[in-house]
């Protein structure tokens, strides 16, 4: 677990500086790169570009599909002005495992794709000097590791990852290194809690540092106007007449910490923040007290050429789609996402259900894949797998706890929970994040088709349910359609008449879709199918009260392991990989245009 996880910034105290750009990279496949000397770098190496994942850049299958070590080398320059300060490299993500070395010491492994670490090079760097960094990463997948899967070795000694999910195994430096200096004694956290009404906000706020608890805190207003002062490690900020951040209205405050010493500042963090509460009460999700209705899709941070990589012109255009459309929300389906998404959702009003990388966790999903038919939780993997998970967690929540847009954590994506091993797992999960988020945001996971109300012996757990379903893709499909409906009809109503009261999202259903394929009548694959599904599921969604959003399967189509049931990726998107409408992309626009915004 990190200690702190705070956004890198640029003040009078510190300094942030991005490393992307060209990086050496090479494969070793023997994994014999430390004992070769590659710490200190190495020759013949590839450019790579960083933000990026590696695969799509190659033109052989060999390296596309390379599953094993392989290693990052940057030759960076630090000035003596840093000097006295901590000095820091933070890297946004580094898929899925890596171990750090500056100037060929080792200084940090860590484990987890999807989430920030930072290495404090202090002691290994040359002031006034250029150093080189180096990472041995890994892209392997294992069951007790997350997201889960397996690696084969193929008859030719080659290595092929096994996922247990279907989003390519993208890999790399899929986010950006930012070299960091900050005060030897320095703000390392914070974490705000809310209580609004229409004339006045409350913030309660507590602040860390490494050393000393004198603190001077301040709240701005958009125009800079101090609104709201206060002292101390802990306290409350007041504000009168608040502009309150609402859903599709947001509205942003900026919190500034200083720490002192002796009275004088020797640190400084500001954050943007949203004055808002987050409430589950009975079948209804809450904001500021009112009602929502959550209409948006579950997403991956998939694009052409830079894989999973985090890319600013694609998120920029992906939240104009989701504000074209009429959307409110998302999923991070089905990892954490760069952080600079959270920052567009807090400017745009967008709520985001947070989601760790505990993927794959269902044997029938391998079995899908061609995997196994046991079930998951009583494997010989599940210790060493609920370390890194509840490890992922804790890092997800000290990220993402600041953010506005965080509606809720999703804990896991279609886990087994219909099996008698499920449930000492998730009690245990649950116990061990409930006091994680200052704000006691809900936490929940998707439901798949095999944990349904009469299946799943998990359902105390969630604090509202994120329900996956198929009918008319994968199961009574086509022609059978209205089968389809008859049986998640069926299902609803058994919902409907037990004493559960807790809100409904469906988090995932649709079918894939290829752009420009046409038929009258419809057939599956084709833009019309894709509509008439959705079509289907809406009739279902308005005959339930206690369903209280929609989040079809997925914005955009997107990059999954080659198979005989994916023309080249999943196309279950609305939108094509490069961002374009489907028909669906219309009719959904229609439907959800015709909500008022904060319905
Ligand atoms: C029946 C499970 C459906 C599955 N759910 C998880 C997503 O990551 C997949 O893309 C989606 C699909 O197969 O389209």
Not at 197 to 223: I, M, P, R
Not at 307 to 312: E, V
């Amino acid at each position: 677990m990190e200690k702190g996880l705070l956004y890198p910034v640029t003040n009078q105290f510190r300094q942030d500086q991005k490393l992307d750009g060209l990086w050496d990279f090479k494969f070793d496949p023997q994994a014999q790169g430390e004992a070769k000397g590659w710490t200190t770098g190495f020759d013949d190496p590839i450019k790579m570009p960083v933000p990026a994942s590696f695969n799509d850049f190659f033109t052989d299958k060999d390296s596309r599909e390379y599953t094993g070590d392989f290693w990052y080398a940057k030759k960076f320059f630090v000035p003596t002005y840093m000097d006295g300060q901590t000095i820091q490299l933070r890297f946004g993500a580094a898929t899925h495992r890596a171990t750090v070395y500056v100037n060929g010491q080792e200084i940090r492994s860590h484990e987890g794709g999807f989430l920030p670490f930072t290495a404090d090079i202090t002691d290994a760097v040359k002031l006034g000097q250029e150093n080189i960094v180096t990472l041995k990463m890994n892209n392997e997948l294992h069951r007790d590791a997350l997201p889960a899967g397996d690696t084969a070795t193929l008859k030719n000694g080659k290595k092929m990852a096994k996922p247990f999910f279907d989003f390519y195994n993208y890999s790399g430096l899929n986010r950006s290194v930012h070299l960091l200096a900050v005060p030897k004694n320095h703000i390392y956290d914070y974490s705000t809690t809310y209580d609004v009404s229409e004339d006045q906000a409350t913030v309660h706020y507590s602040v860390q540092a490494t050393d000393g608890s004198n603190f001077k805190v301040s709240l701005s207003d958009g125009d800079g106007k101090v609104v709201a002062t206060a002292e101390g490690q802990t306290g409350d900020l007041v504000v009168k007449n608040p502009t309150l951040w609402q859903v599709r209205d947001a509205y942003l405050y900026t919190i500034k910490f200083e720490l002192l010493d002796a009275g004088k500042a020797v640190d400084e963090y500001s954050d943007e923040i949203g004055l808002r509460t987050i409430e589950i009460k009975g079948h209804e999700i809450l904001v500021n007290h009112k009602s929502v209705y959550l209409r948006g899709f579950g997403r991956h941070e998939d694009s052409i050429y830079a894989g999973r990589a985090f890319d600013l012109n694609v998120e920029r255009r992906d939240m104009n789609l989701m504000k074209w459309i009429g959307a409110n929300s998302f999923r991070s389906s089905h990892y954490p996402y760069d952080e600079q998404v959270y920052k567009f959702a807090d400017r745009e009003g967008i709520l985001i259900t947070d989601e760790v990388p505990a993927v794959g966790f269902k044997m029938a999903a391998a079995s899908f894949l061609g995997g196994l038919n046991q079930s998951f939780f009583d494997g010989d993997w599940i210790d060493e797998l609920y370390k890194k998970h509840i490890d992922q967690v804790k890092d997800m929540i000290k990220r993402d706890k600041n953010h506005p847009s965080v509606l809720a954590w999703s804990l896991c994506n279609e886990p087994d929970t219909s099996t008698d091993s499920a449930v000492p797992y998730f009690t245990k999960l649950f116990n061990d994040s409930k006091d994680l988020d200052p704000e006691q945001r809900p936490r929940t996971f998707t439901l798949n088709e095999d944990d349904t109300f009469e299946k799943s012996k998990c359902l105390k757990f969630p604090d509202f349910y994120l329900l996956n379903r198929y009918p008319g893709w994968y199961h009574k499909w086509g022609y059978e359609i209205s089968d389809g409906e008859a049986g998640l009809r069926a299902e609803l109503d058994e919902w409907k008449n037990s004493d559960i009261d807790k809100p409904i999202v469906f988090s995932e259903y649709g079918a894939d879709t290829e752009p420009g394929l046409h038929k009258l009548p419809s057939i599956m694959w084709s833009e019309e199918y894709q509509i008439e599904l959705l079509d289907m599921f809406d009739r279902v969604f308005d005959s339930y009260d206690f369903i209280r959003g929609e989040q079809p399967w997925n914005l955009a189509d997107f990059q999954t392991v080659e198979g005989n049931m994916r023309v080249n990726g999943n196309k279950k998107g609305i939108f094509t990989r490069d961002r374009q409408p489907k028909a669906a992309a219309f009719y959904l626009k229609k439907r959800w245009t015709s909500l008022p915004l904060d319905y």
